[in-house]
């Protein structure tokens, strides 16, 4: 099992609608996550990072994370064509060397229609 | 502006060439990050490094190498081992301490 897991999608959802990503992890021990998003041909943007469960707000964007479901999810409220992009989930955690490795979810590629 | 610059943004190698992507950072971050993107895939890992003069083998580290000989630089040298370079090269840095990592814009290597 991968450590961090995501649909690779493609969504595709109407100029509006609430946007749901999704992706699971596999080890609860480390809950430092983030969720980037990705244009075609360019760097990932980091959109939000949290930590442990609950919620995160920023303008139409929410960061969850559920803890007893090994789950996080990124909702896009209001989705306008410009948020058509490949999103990517991401967990921090230590490694044996004591340095901090960053894994990565295979993205999920969303697409909004006006 | 502070940032994270990868050059140059294309790259064609021969077969059987080396051939070194630039990373530089003036963000003041410890760690840095190299990973590698293939058409719709996710970010694989291939090399980190916490700190100056060390680094660590990421999950795809085979037929590439790198050097951190200064906090602002971590180039990667893709060799001729490496038996299917062509893709999308990312390089990331991370404030020692912080969750947040931020990214170049890559550079997108192919074989010629």
């Known amino acids: 099992q991968k450590e961090v897991e995501q649909d690779p999608g493609p969504l595709s959802v109407p100029e509006g609608a609430i946007v749901s990503l999704n992706c699971t992890y596999s080890n609860s021990a480390f809950q430092y996550f983030m969720w980037y998003r990705q244009y075609s041909r360019k760097g990932p943007e980091l959109l939000m990072y949290?930590?442990?469960?609950g919620n995160k707000e920023d303008g139409r964007f929410t960061a969850q994370v559920d803890k007893s479901s090994k789950y996080i999810s990124l909702f896009i409220r209001d989705s306008q064509p410009s948020d058509s992009a490949t999103y990517l989930c991401a967990r921090r955690r230590p490694t044996v060397y004591g340095a901090q490795k960053l894994v990565f979810g295979q993205g999920t590629r969303l697409t909004i229609n006006p | 502006d502070g940032g994270i610059t990868q050059s140059p943004k294309y790259l064609f190698r021969k077969e059987g060439q080396n051939v070194t992507l630039s990373c530089e950072q003036n963000?003041?971050?410890?760690?840095m990050y190299w990973y590698r993107q293939d058409p719709g895939q996710g970010l694989r890992l291939i090399y980190y490094?916490?700190?100056?003069?060390?680094?660590q083998k990421g999950d795809i580290a085979e037929g590439y190498s790198v050097s951190r000989e200064k906090k602002e630089s971590f180039p990667l040298t893709v060799t001729s081992a490496q038996k299917n370079p062509t893709a999308f090269y990312l390089c990331a840095s991370r404030r020692g301490g912080y969750t947040e990592a931020f990214f170049g814009q890559g550079t997108r290597l192919t074989v010629v």
């Open positions: 963000l003041n971050h410890d760690a």
């Open positions: 949290t930590y442990s469960s």
């Open positions: 490094s916490q700190i100056v003069n060390d680094f």
